[in-house]
């Protein structure tokens, strides 16, 4: 049996942990707060510490004869977790820190894809000062602007004209806000699509895709309040989305195939590990949003649970470099919702416990996924952030809808979730913004 660590803590790690050990593995877990799934999946074999303590990390993988390990969050990759494990002989799912960058500093990103010519990329602009910004605002005009902070957000720190921003003022505020925190940012150029996900599988040469997610980053119905890590999400039985074909996919994923190649060429590292790219299908061609090096979360839950190939010779396949690009997964639809305290995200209620009718969620097919919440005295708690993942898996979109919402309401607490993902008419509303632009 192959030993493997799983480092991270949320319902992105539960995801993980779950599939490796559906494929055979003897789970260990690393984590700076512990996740009650992880902890079951591995048998109580974890270890509460910081996820950036690389010297604790590798001791831990040393006692305990670790094959390889898979980093899940994007905080100790893009810091050097993979550098430090490799230099001490631990394999790992995950890129080295220069490979990293590709999400640690979007001004790295956007620069990389400007020199290597990748052609969903977009106009943009960096700055570390308000000097030129006024002169770019009448250039490009002020409702075609979106302000991006290098470094790390957590999905939290883009402001876009028209949702956050309404007058020059208020992106003058925003960037004078970056500067006084001594964060460079980009000005982007704004465009109107419908977004998706393509998560990748890379061992350095090879890029293998799997199915189309496209996920609700507003906290509350009818894609209203505040941008959230994500409210839920959803695949098509096709793997693609009603408004993306499969020429869509391809540009997309060609551009990836040619940006881990640009990688390479760039900083002599491979990108080895996941790769997520968010995509906007424009009038006129796929444009790249941003690249993770990670899974999504909630994305990973709808993808993952698909799998029909060994994930464990999928992360050997990463490691190695050897990738076949047959993997394989189940035709079928998704629907992911998360519920979150009630408050969240501005006043979030914590410590309320949650009751959870685990044989009524199994009956129904449904699958849950621990994320911000812990354990105590057998009862779980919340805390400030979301608290799990539903997960409802079947032929089609509407049935797997109607899963996870069942599931959801096996489920008692002071928690709150958005009951339109995954809706048709979420969904038709996704269908008439995309041809009303594509028509326009």
């Known amino acids: 049996m192959v030993n493997v660590l799983i480092i991270g803590h949320g319902a992105r790690e539960h995801v993980i942990g779950e599939a490796l050990v559906n494929s055979g593995a003897n789970l260990f877990a690393f984590m700076s707060f512990k996740n009650a799934g992880l902890d079951d999946l591995s048998q109580g074999k974890v270890k509460i510490h910081s996820e950036t303590d690389f010297k604790e990390i590798t001791e831990y993988c040393k006692s305990n004869k670790i094959d390889f390990a898979v980093i899940g969050p994007e905080a100790p990759l893009v810091v050097g977790i993979v550098d430090a494990l490799e230099k001490n002989e631990i394999p790992c799912v995950g890129p080295r820190i220069e490979a990293a960058q590709l999400e640690g500093s979007k001004i790295f990103m956007r ?5 290597y010519n990748i052609g969903s990329n977009i106009q943009s602009k960096r700055f570390n000062s308000l000097q030129g910004v006024i002169e770019y605002l009448d250039e490009v005009g002020d409702e075609n602007i979106v302000i991006k902070p290098d470094g790390l957000t957590g999905g939290k720190g883009v402001k876009v004209y028209g949702d956050h921003l309404f007058s020059r003022k208020d992106i003058l505020d925003y960037c004078q806000e970056l500067i006084a925190l001594k964060r460079p940012f980009l000005l982007e150029e704004r465009f109107d699509g419908e977004e998706f996900t393509l998560q990748t599988f890379c061992d350095g040469k090879n890029v293998v895709g799997t199915p189309l997610v496209q996920d609700h980053k507003r906290a509350f119905e009818g894609d209203k309040g505040p941008n959230t890590g994500g409210m839920g999400s959803y695949s098509m039985e096709d793997h693609l989305m009603p408004f993306i074909d499969e020429r869509d996919v391809e540009i997309a994923l060609s551009d990836m195939r040619k940006v881990v190649a640009s990688v390479k060429k760039e900083t002599g590292v491979p990108y080895k590990g996941f790769l997520y790219g968010q995509f906007m299908k424009t009038k006129k061609s796929i444009k790249l949003v941003e690249f993770n090096a990670r899974l999504g979360d909630p994305e990973a839950m709808n993808i993952l649970p698909l799998l029909n190939s060994n994930f464990i010779d999928i992360c050997y396949g990463i490691i190695e470099g050897t990738l076949k690009s047959s993997v394989e997964f189940m035709k079928k639809a998704t629907v992911c919702k998360y519920l979150a305290p ?31 919440v812990y354990r105590k005295n057998g009862g779980i708690y919340t805390t400030s952030s979301r608290a799990m993942g539903i997960l ?49």
């Open 342 to 372: 009630e408050g969240y995200p501005t006043s979030p209620k914590k410590d309320e416990l949650i009751h959870i009718d685990q044989l009524k969620i199994e009956k129904l097919g449904a699958k849950y996924y621990y994320a911000s």
């Open 392 to 440: 409802g898996i079947a032929d089609t979109l509407e049935e797997a809808e109607n899963i996870a919402e069942h599931g959801v309401k096996c489920i008692s607490g002071k928690l709150f979730h958005r009951k339109d993902v995954g809706t048709k008419k979420l969904l038709q509303k996704r269908i008439n913004h995309m041809n009303s632009i594509l028509e326009s």
């Open 111 to 115: 620069d990389l894809l400007g020199k």
